[in-house]
């Protein structure tokens, strides 16, 4: 039996990550979950999973049922503590950097479908970065590809990108986007802050910085894509010419089940690509002028030091801003961009540091998202 742990377990890959182990209870256990609080859902899944341990980041109370409740930081810490198989990063954002610290930090087994964290402890942690079940689809597609083979065999890795739901939008039309525009994404179900990162492109650059330290591989080795049909995940382009994709329909499902029960594949639904279906790929060159946040994130992973931690924090509020109707669709980048050029720390010696950057730019980028909020 194997034994797992699902921080953030009521978000969007938290619950999928459910939906697969509802399917093999007899093989996993969930020995914990963990959300920010203690709502109806997580209730629910304590009541159907009942796990030893859940995890909260507030409340009184002790006990659900026969399930001890881990409250805080003492209560993370002991839940990242526990004697498991298999942890499930799971939480979006940046609340989950400190998680996957500590995971790393002690050496347990981990899964994370959270790009942020690997982002932002970026050079600190490299070397704990080879043994991560990466979530993350098209990590997951490069990952399933690359195995162990040789760096020197490897051309370039290819990350494709649906390209959002603006792909096709002309540019003048992207200061009117609506919140409801930019949350209803063509191919892939997700949460809310990843959809909007994922309308600006943000996302893929992101995913670039990911790819970068997940695989140690060079900015000038990782290429992005758009794919619209979201059909092929990644690419590894070899030096003999030979490339190998990783293709399925978008389904989060598969990169979760591959990572849960790594190296085995489970069946998890007649949802099979059909070839014949399948009219044509397309792939295109990404629009940097459209969506120069793509741009400037790998610039800033190429930059390094506290720039991948700045431009990730102050996209997470600038993104909280939009999702709450105060700013508009473009000022996303302006509000990043203000925050990078106002930055005035430029220390990172330490994981210390990563969480006194990441603070100061909480404040920082807050201040400037408020200015745009008011006009
Ligand atoms: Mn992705």
Known sequence: MLKVGILGSTGSVGSQ?????????????????????????????????KPSYVYVENTEEKNIDDTKVLVGEDGL?????????????AIAGIKGI????????????????????????????????????????????????????NQKEVRRIILTASGGPFVNMPAEDFENITVKQALNHPTWIMGKKITIDSATLMNKGLEVIEAHYLF???????????HPESIIHGMVEFVDGTVISNM????????????LFYPERKFLSNNYLDFTKIKSLNFLKPDTEK??????????GKKGGVYPTVLTVADEIAVNYFLEERIKFTDIHKIILETLEKFDYNKLDSVDDVFYIIDKTINLATEIAKKYGSA
Not at 140 to 149: G, H, P, T, V
Not at 291 to 300: D, G, I, T, W
């Open 77 to 89: 810490k002991q839940a990242v503590n526990l004697d498991l198989d298999l942890f499930v990063n």
């Open 216 to 226: 140690s591989m060079p900015y000038e080795k990782i290429d992005v894509l758009i």
């Open 248 to 259: 399925s329909n978008p389904d989060m499902k598969i990169p979760i089940s591959y990572a």
């Open 17 to 49: 990550t459910l939906d697969v182990i509802r399917k093999y209870k007899e093989q996993i256990k969930v020995e914990l979950l963990g959300a920010s609080k203690l709502s109806e859902n997580l209730i629910n899944q304590i009541k159907e999973f």
């Open 98 to 149: 400190l998680p996957t610290y500590l995971l790393l930090k002690y050496n347990k087994t981990l899964a994370t479908a959270n790009k942020e964290a690997i982002i932002c402890l970026g050079e600190l942690l490299k070397d704990k970065y080879k043994k991560i079940l990466p979530i993350d689809s098209e990590h997951s597609a490069i990952f399933q590809i690359l195995k162990d083979r």
């Open 291 to 300: 969506f120069p946040l793509l741009k400037l994130a790998v610039e800033c």
